[in-house]
């Protein structure tokens, strides 16, 4: 396969999963009830409250919950760069089916802004996901992995 049509591929595929990500967890994005965004401070709370329910979960100590709040903030910062400068990134998406035809080259264009981005701040997640987990005791990173495998614990229907 040629070098450019599998890194197209990639790049496509890191937005989609990307994409999807944020799609799947945006009902937690919103602050108030019509779907206003969060503000930073209401981010800020939220990113505090997920890392001390982790801590907890994972019984972590205050090196790995530092590690913990530093890949937090390296992933908001890699949020922020994804999402760009729109003031409605969905706005985005919806243009491209806007008019008869879809824009092809606008979702180029969308999809390369993406995974440049994607691809920029890679090595700081890695980096800090790397850090995190490394920090972890073996004990703790198996309790990760079964919170991974069945979705962090999180229970299906209705609030329970």
């Keep these: 396969m040629k070098k450019w049509i599998k890194r197209t591929l990639i790049g496509v ?15 937690r994005m919103h602050g108030g ?3 206003a965004p969060m503000s930073e401070a209401d981010q800020a709370k939220w990113r505090e ?4 329910r982790a801590s907890s979960k994972l019984d972590l100590d205050s090196v790995q919950k ?6 937090a903030e390296t992933l908001a910062a890699q949020r922020k760069v994804m999402l760009g400068n729109t003031p409605d990134p969905r706005a985005d998406l919806r243009s491209l089916v806007a008019g008869e035809r879809f824009d092809r ?4 264009a969308l ?3 993406k995974s440049g981005a994607l691809r920029e701040a890679a090595p700081n997640v890695i980096t ?3 850090d995190f987990y490394d920090s972890l005791r073996g004990d703790q990173q198996q309790k990760l992995r079964d919170l991974m495998a069945r979705g962090g614990g999180h229970r299906h229907g209705w609030r329970g």
């Design 13 to 27: 595929f890191g937005a989609s999963v990307l994409f999807g990500g944020l799609a799947a967890c945006s009902h």
């Design 128 to 130: 800090a996901f790397g």
């Design 49 to 52: 409250r997920m890392i001390e």
């Design 33 to 35: 009830w019509g779907g």
């Design 105 to 108: 080259a606008r979702a180029q």
């Design 111 to 113: 999809v390369d802004a």
């Design 66 to 71: 530092a590690k913990l709040s530093q890949l």
